[in-house]
């Protein structure tokens, strides 16, 4: 190539490379948190999904959304076991009910133990309508429900746990979160191999 044709193409070229550079290149940080999610069953959700997995690190709001959780979980599994057919389903929820009642005990004590009084588990509006949908629902419609609901609820489960254990401001609690983590992650594992 000759230099006057080097000479006028370079200008040309310029305010394209510079755009190119200018582009956002996936950073490590983006890439490993992808790989991470691969890697975590409740990490996948769907698009429209409305989880709350900011991290929690203070007492009272893992408290409060544990509990929330836990009563979730409890409440939805005795609705559905008054509908359902499916087996699974019903030893499923059977299962939901006594694990989560275990895992409020657990964070109750704890709390007690660090000398924070753990008030009644109350469910939020949000959590509240989820379970009136199930209750008014039928059939397998009411078991479809109830399974993408429990789904939901064990990732947003898995991510307080975890990030309540990462960096929690109680000692006693941090440890009953990493205790509850391999336990939801079996939960889920259960869910995934549902037939509904």
């Known amino acids: 190539m000759n230099k006057s044709l080097i000479r006028l193409t370079l200008p040309?070229?310029?305010?394209?490379l510079a755009l190119a550079a200018?582009?956002?290149?996936?950073?490590?940080?983006?890439?490993?948190s992808s790989s991470a999610a691969l890697d975590d069953p409740a990490a996948v959700s769907s698009s429209d999904s409305a989880i709350d997995t900011a991290p929690?690190?203070?007492?009272?709001?893992?408290?409060?959304?544990?509990?929330a959780g836990d009563k979730f979980e409890i409440e939805s599994s005795r609705a559905?076991?008054?509908t359902t057919k499916n087996a699974e389903i019903e030893n499923f929820a059977k299962m939901m009910i006594s694990a989560h009642q275990d895992s409020t005990e657990k964070v109750k004590k704890a709390?007690?133990?660090?000398?924070?009084k753990a008030p009644e588990p109350t469910l939020p509006p949000e959590l509240q309508q989820k379970l009136d949908a199930i209750k008014a629902a039928k059939g397998e419609d009411a078991d479809k429900l109830y399974i993408e609901d429990q789904k939901e609820g064990h990732q947003a489960a898995l991510a307080l746990?975890?990030?309540?254990?990462?960096g929690g401001d109680t000692p006693q609690?941090?440890?009953?979160?990493d205790n509850i983590?391999?336990?939801v992650r079996d939960h889920i594992t259960m869910l995934n191999k549902i037939s509904g």
């Not at 200018?22 to 490993?32: I, M, R």
């Open 56 to 67: 929690v690190t203070d007492a009272r709001s893992y408290i409060e959304k544990a509990g």
């Open 80 to 82: 559905i076991l008054k």
């Open 12 to 16: 040309a070229l310029l305010p394209a």
């Open 22 to 32: 200018c582009q956002k290149a996936p950073s490590t940080s983006d890439a490993v």
């Open 173 to 177: 609690l941090k440890v009953v979160a």
């Open 181 to 183: 983590v391999p336990v």
């Open 111 to 116: 709390a007690m133990a660090a000398g924070i």
């Open 161 to 166: 746990h975890k990030s309540y254990g990462a």
